[in-house]
């Protein structure tokens, strides 16, 4: 869908602001909880050396560090801040077996090359340290009608199931623990759906307005159907 009224693409100019400021917290289903809960499982405490690989704002870098781990983020852009430094997740700037848990939020899903992304991942693990991501899951074709820069802020570019993401995990890794967040990436829509009354906004906007709010709702029936979906994997080298 292209995008070309002023009001629709203004919005969606940064979509990724414009999900800041709806969500409260982390910007994945589950928020700073599920984040909580994939450090748990990957055993961080006091001393584990973390990279937290696609980190964005830096939240849970800080999550990691309140435990007493040794946490350094990176991304893309990073906001300026200690412990956070700029890399891609398919060229990490760490020397082999040098870090205890590679930890990845809704971040891999965005590269290019996942296959890459995950063997940097190992290379830079010592022997036994943790694989700790959590993943957008697509069964089937991605629902259309969504402009573009929506569908790449919600991770929805690529056909991604949830067998096909653990299978590549599994080539590298082995899995100890899988976590379907279904709860979690409903409770996310209804918190978007009660700040953003967007149903009546895009309405207002005629044509252009409609086949955007139709795309929504595809995408709120394919969350509901089990089609899009968000899972969590810990893995060891």
Known sequence: MEVTGSPVKFALSNPWRA????????LHPGGKDATED???????????RVLDSGCGAGISVEAARERGASAVGLDTDPKPQKGIVRGDLGSLPLGDSTVDVVLSECSICLCSDVSVALSESRRVLKEGGRLAVSDVTVEGEVPSGLPD??????????????????SEIEERFEVNSVKDHREDILQMRDEI?????????????GEEGKELLDGINEL????E??????VSVVATC
């Open 38 to 48: 994939l450090l748990d499982r990957a055993g961080v405490t006091e001393g584990t």
């Open 19 to 26: 999900l800041e400021m709806a969500v409260d917290g982390p």
């Open 225 to 230: 159907d089990g089609k899009v979906g968000y």
């Open 193 to 205: 759906k009660g700040k953003v009354n967007y149903e009546t906004l895009l309405t207002l906007m």
């Open 149 to 166: 820069p929506l569908v790449d802020a919600l991770c929805l570019g690529e056909n991604r199931g949830r067998s096909s993401v653990l």
């Open 220 to 223: 709120e029936t394919a969350i």
